[in-house]
């Protein structure tokens, strides 16, 4: 290479290194810069962590660098053979034609790109460090399951690392010795000069101690469940043959570095070949899965760590279960897929979530929380009542000061551009943004280089910027240790607040049930914090849920002051809060599985991957679980959230027939109204759609019901039927259907025929003239208000959707 061409080369790799480590500092910088908009615990909190990951990261490449080039050099030195072969007497060989620098740079380039990565590393050794216990020792190894958490994962990327190094290191001298001559073919034998066999000796005894290290490993990796459902038998069994793998391994570290010493190569050869055909008989030696999930012992322990690992601990014993009056059923009549025809014309539906809003008489009522916006308008949040319609089976929306809901598209609370929110806009400045002052030169380059903003450079003086606007992508942003739900709204005081659920997860956690969920394998998901976003403010908190969560304490512990204690949670925070509905399938999938043998989850057709539906209040779920024949329900998972803990219950069922869902549906289906009501839906240009099935404990028996909407070409969604069965011992299984939840189940009763809203003028007429009777009778008293709502009702029927 000539002189103009290292030069030029020599540039282009500085303004490369220059480059990278510009950006990589800007976003540094920036995301301090933002943390300290957001609270000094969090500054304090992302700081730290920052500068733990970053010592990590940089620690594991310098390490690899300083390993590789290493390496490299005393390759290059040991390359010229003794005594040079006769045929190449007057050769020079190739390594000693290098440029001493051109093996640094490659040491430096493989150090880079095989030692990082360790930044990621940064929880399990903040967990390790901090040595947290659960108390519950893993029923295998006898090791507290603290050690799956921590200390056990950290030993794993280690271990893989190591055995990437010296793997790497391996092959890149073996091929600088044989570009140099030091390893090659003389006489048809193989060659090595006697200082590259020293080199190699000790590379190769130190792979032999990481594979050693791995199989050391191995009884971990069994008892975490790696491996599937194993008996101690066959735990012991797979033990004894890791410890046999470790000590070949030893022998084969032993073995290669005394082959420096004058020991044949055969001989370490052979151990090698040794060492491998024991690690393959390890791994083909099959596995006795099926008959441990039937061992009644097996299904003990398992179910055991699975109320560690995912929260069970209350799902089993008799207790007794409350059931309320049907009477007192609160109906849930909008599912997830109809929310946006219920949002409003040509609205864009943000984020919804079911939830409560408090009355002025300190009562609540449930609602559907929707975030809306409307063309280029500022967001809105919109309360749709959930149990209850109009008269013409249309959405009912509240106001903030109401009590009563009215139909029409009712706002109920009226937002700004600069509100915290899902969907919000990645980046926002102006005066009003809550974010980051732009001032000064440096700064606004700064944070135009790290978040790719030119707003930065172009904003006038005084304005803010702001990003992760997002209430979700600010949680994870600053907890990235938890994986956290999605925000739901939450009026808290008068102030609109956003709640997520940090669930925490691992991987290698010992349980019976391993679910594949993005972005990996989950072995473990436990509710711990509970993290509240202040829409106006941009403020986040995060509360421990749970004051005896051992794992929960230990981050608190790691990441003090920024989680806070249970009790500083404010009063009304976690009332009437919903239960995550990833932790419930989480949860609904263990009970599924082997150790349980609860059934399987039927889901109907367009609800796959939906949450459970809830049932009464909203804050109850109850979760069928069904056999495949004949389809019926084998058990129940009853949920409940309140503000001091979960409670889980699984109810089997062993007398009486409860039909599944779908079985419920064909059955409603075979009613020759819901074909009339069909017919006359489509007849115009509308579609009938069906809702999920809800089932609910009552002091009658078992409730199910099942609501149906009529979803105009506009979009818009009503209510037309209501579907309700109701199974008990005594009365066995009886059916009906009506307009509404109070009418189906008169027809249940044979006190009533079913009649539909929308579907014949005869109907709307008599609803036209209880109206009308109505606003007559408020008018009379005096009442303007039931005189307003009563036209509006009327109103409401009087123009069906179109």
Do not use: C
Request: glycine share 10%.
């Amino acid at each position: 290479m000539s002189p103009r061409a290292r030069r030029v080369a020599f540039v282009l790799v500085a303004l490369a290194l220059a480059l990278s480590l510009g950006r990589w500092g800007s976003l540094f910088l920036a995301d301090r810069l933002w943390e300290a908009t957001v609270s000094e615990p969090v500054a304090a909190s992302g700081s730290r962590r920052a500068l733990l990951s970053l010592g990590l990261e940089l620690s594991g490449i310098l390490l690899a660098i300083a390993w590789f080039i290493a390496h490299f050099t005393i390759a290059r030195r040991a390359a010229l053979p003794d005594q040079p072969p006769p045929e190449r007497e007057h050769a020079r060989l190739w390594p000693d034609r290098l440029p001493r620098w051109s093996l640094s740079a490659g040491g430096v380039v493989l150090g880079v790109l095989l030692g990082g990565g360790v930044g990621t590393w940064l929880d399990q050794v903040l967990l390790t460090l901090d040595g947290v216990r659960l108390g519950v020792p893993d029923p295998l190894l006898g090791a507290d399951l603290g050690v799956f958490l921590r200390d056990f994962p950290l030993w794993m990327h280690l271990q893989a690392r190591a055995m990437l190094l010296s793997g790497a290191a391996l092959l890149g001298v073996v091929l600088l010795y044989i570009a140099g001559g030091a390893i090659r073919i003389v006489e048809r034998r193989l060659w090595v000069s006697s200082r590259a066999r020293g080199h190699l000796a000790i590379l190769l005894a130190l792979l032999g101690l990481t594979l050693a290290w791995g199989s050391v490993l191995e009884p971990f990796r069994l008892a975490a469940g790696l491996r599937g459902p194993l008996l101690s038998s066959e735990f012991l069994l797979r033990t004894l043959v890791a410890e046999v793998e470790a000590g070949l391994g030893a022998a084969t570290a032993v073995v290669s570095f005394f082959w420096w010493l004058r020991i044949r190569g055969a001989v370490a050869f052979g151990v090698w070949m040794l060492y491998g055909l024991a690690v393959l008989a390890g791994r083909v030696l099959p596995l006795r899965t099926e008959a441990a999930t039937k061992d009644d012992g097996w299904r003990a322990s398992a179910r055991a760590l699975d109320s560690v690992a995912f929260g069970l601990g209350t799902v089993e014993g008799p207790r007794p279960v409350s059931r309320i009056p049907l009477s007192h059923l609160v109906p849930s009549l909008w599912d997830p897929t109809v929310v946006p025809a219920v949002a409003g014309d040509s609205a864009v539906v943000l984020a919804a979530s079911r939830g409560w809003i408090p009355l002025g008489d300190g009562q609540r009522r449930p609602v559907w929380l929707i975030l809306r916006q409307v063309g280029g308008h500022a967001p809105s949040l919109v309360a749709v009542a959930d149990d209850e319609v109009s008269p013409a089976g249309g959405p009912l929306a509240w106001s903030a000061g109401d009590n009563v809901p009215a139909p029409g598209e009712r706002v109920y609370r009226d937002l700004t551009f600069e509100t915290l929110r899902p969907g919000a806009p990645r980046i926002r400045w102006g005066p009003a943004a809550r974010g980051v002052e732009l001032h000064g030169w440096p700064k606004r380059l700064m944070l135009a280089w790290a978040l790719q903003a030119p707003a930065a450079l172009s904003a006038p003086a005084g304005s803010r910027l702001a990003w992760r606007l997002d209430p979700g992508v600010r949680l994870r942003s600053i907890a990235p240790y938890a994986r956290w739900s999605a925000p739901r709204p939450q009026l808290l005081d008068g102030a609109l607040v956003w709640t997520s659920d940090g669930i925490l997860t691992a991987s290698v956690f010992p349980s019976s049930t391993r679910l594949t969920a993005a972005p990996g394998i989950v072995s473990m998901m436990r509710p711990a914090f509970v993290g509240m976003v202040d829409a106006t403010s941009g403020a986040v908190r995060i509360f421990r849920r749970d004051t005896t969560d051992s794992l929960s304490a230990a981050w608190a512990r790691i990441e003090s002051p920024l989680i806070e204690p249970a009790g500083a949670t404010p009063p009304g925070l976690r009332d009437g809060e919903p239960y995550p509905e990833e932790l419930a399938l989480a949860q609904v999938r263990v009970l599924e599985g082997p150790a349980w043998n609860a059934g399987r989850l039927e889901r109907l057709p367009g609800a796959e991957g939906d949450a459970p539906p809830a049932s009464a209040g909203g804050n109850e779920i109850l979760v069928p679980f069904v056999t495949a024949e004949p389809r019926e329900v084998s058990a129940f998972l009853l949920i409940r959230r309140t503000g001091v803990g979960d409670s889980l219950h699984l109810l089997r069922i062993d007398t009486l027939r409860i039909e599944s869902a779908s079985v419920l549906t064909e059955r409603w289906k075979r009613f020759p109204f819901q074909g009339q009501l069909r017919d006359s839906v489509t007849a115009i240009d509308a579609e009938f759609r069906l809702g999920l099935v809800r089932y609910a404990l009552t002091d009658e028996g078992l409730a199910a019901y099942q609501p149906a909407w009529a979803i105009a070409p506009s979009g818009r969604a009503h209510l037309v039927l209501v579907n309700v069965a109701l199974m008990s011992p005594a009365s066995g299984r009886r059916v009906g259907a009506g307009r509404t939840l109070q009418e189906a189940w008169l027809n249940l009763r044979g006190q009533i025929s079913p009649t539909a809203i929308g579907t014949g003028a005869e109907a709307t007429l008599e609803q036209a003239r209880l109206l009308i009777l109505r606003a007559d009778s408020a008018l009379k008293r005096g009442d303007l208000q039931g005189l307003g709502r009563a036209l509006a009702y009327l109103l409401d029927l009087l123009n069906p959707p179109r």
